[in-house]
């Protein structure tokens, strides 16, 4: 009868002479518990695993005959067990299932769920802020119908004089003043953002330009925010400019201070000092981070040999400053500042009924750069409603019809923004 096991199927077997035609069978060595302890009788090699004949029972250390000797081969550790000293209990063995656990989890289909998840906490996440934010919007009525068509999209940006937010203490601190009658805006800016795709273009309309108001003759432009509120200060605009007012944003001087208090502060580099007591005023020269104190002290000096037109100017750097802050790389990938910033400006601006956060977060990166100027200068005048500033009526119109057709601006109607030390 043939034997089916080949010869040298396991390490230590020696060879044996056999019978004429027949393979050399393999020896075993009894062990001291007999064929019941792993000879082939116990049931050959699928009974004789490391339980019932391995080392550990007829291998080095083992009594009788078997002594330093196995009948069995040594077995393959199991598919578990991922190497290391000891056994699969031992220090090695735990070591290795750590690093089978993390080889799991870096399986493509476990990464892939993994990202799917944080994907989808990140949208929840934002998808909560932008409902947030938007609800702290304070929507106004006033957009006014115009037939009037031009390329591109319009912004009238004011700053009024608004009191709103801050306490008697801070009023006497800033040197605002108390009981005061109407309300004024001196800060008038208009955005223009192209619809080509090019620089946007910022504005300054001087506060004191002698304009034609509807219902009321020719006057001061902030009188028309005095006397109809930003309604009747948008209608003025559109109809002196010729161009469509689409959006509206307004802040007071309360909503200035905090939104500079959340973005953590603006950095203004000064070529000289800039001291006002009238505006609670005091900055030394040099680069430095204005809080929302000294930003609305900034902004508000007119203690310049021109004045209103030196003030236009620091307006602009400042709004400059804040909207690049809050859309900076730094600023947008951390949510301990972004989050704060976006929530206390949107609760320290007025927009019109039609703006939403969508638009705000695109007018605020239109502001990160724009090309910035001052409508074409005239003269200054004396009137029956006080000194004056008189338009380029030519250049203006041609500055504005550039405007709505989306043309680039001339470089000698193009003054720029810089600082200067008062006076």
Request: proline share 8%; net charge positive; hydrophobic share 35%.
């Amino acid at each position: 009868m043939s034997n089916d096991w080949p010869r040298g199927w396991y390490g230590d077997e020696p060879e044996r002479p056999g019978a004429a035609g027949q393979r050399p069978q393999p020896s075993f060595a009894p062990s001291s518990g007999g064929p019941s302890s792993g000879g082939p009788s116990s049931g050959g090699p699928s009974s004789g695993g490391p339980s019932s004949g391995g080392p550990s029972s007829g291998g080095e250390g083992g009594g009788g005959a078997g002594a330093g000797r196995t009948a069995w081969p040594a077995q393959p550790p199991p598919r578990s067990w991922t190497g290391g000293a000891g056994g699969a209990g031992g220090a090695g063995g735990a070591g290795g299932y750590r690093r089978r656990g993390w080889r799991r989890w870096l399986r493509p289909r476990r990464l892939l769920a993994l990202l799917a998840g944080l994907v989808v906490l990140i949208v929840l996440a934002g998808v909560a802020v932008y409902f947030s934010v938007s609800s702290k919007l304070t929507k106004v009525d006033v957009l006014v119908p115009t037939t009037l068509t031009a390329a591109g999209t319009n912004w009238l940006i004011t700053g009024s004089d608004s009191r709103a937010g801050l306490t008697k203490a801070q009023e006497n601190q800033l040197a605002l003043g108390h009981n005061i009658s109407g309300s004024r805006s001196d800060t008038i800016l208009l955005l223009h953002v192209p619809a080509n795709g090019t620089r946007p273009t910022l504005v300054s309309l001087p506060r004191d330009s002698y304009v034609p108001i509807p219902g009321h003759g020719y006057n001061k432009l902030n009188a028309a925010y005095d006397f109809g509120g930003p309604k009747l200060l948008l209608q003025t605009v559109q109809n002196v400019t010729g161009l469509p007012i689409s959006h509206f944003m307004g802040i007071g001087f309360g909503g200035l201070v905090s939104v500079v208090n959340d973005v953590g502060g603006v950095r203004i580099c000064l070529k000289a000092p800039m001291k006002d007591p009238k505006a609670g005023l005091n900055l030394k020269a040099g680069c430095q981070v204005l809080n929302g104190d000294q930003a609305l002290g900034f902004v508000r000096t007119r203690a310049f040999a021109e004045g209103d037109l030196q003030r236009e100017q620091d307006q602009r750097i400042l709004i400059k400053g804040i909207l690049a802050k809050m859309t900076s790389a730094g600023t947008l990938a951390n949510p301990f500042a972004i989050v704060p910033a976006a929530n206390g400006a949107a609760a320290a601006i007025s927009v019109d009924q039609g703006t939403g956060l969508t638009q705000l977060i695109s007018v605020a990166f239109a502001l990160r750069n724009p090309v910035t100027t001052t409508v074409p200068f005239g003269h200054f005048a004396g009137t029956s409603v006080g000194s004056v500033v008189v338009w380029n009526t030519a250049a203006a119109k041609q500055f504005f019809s550039d405007l709505a057709h989306d043309q680039p601006l001339p470089k000698n109607l193009i003054t720029g923004s810089t600082v200067q030390g008062t006076s």
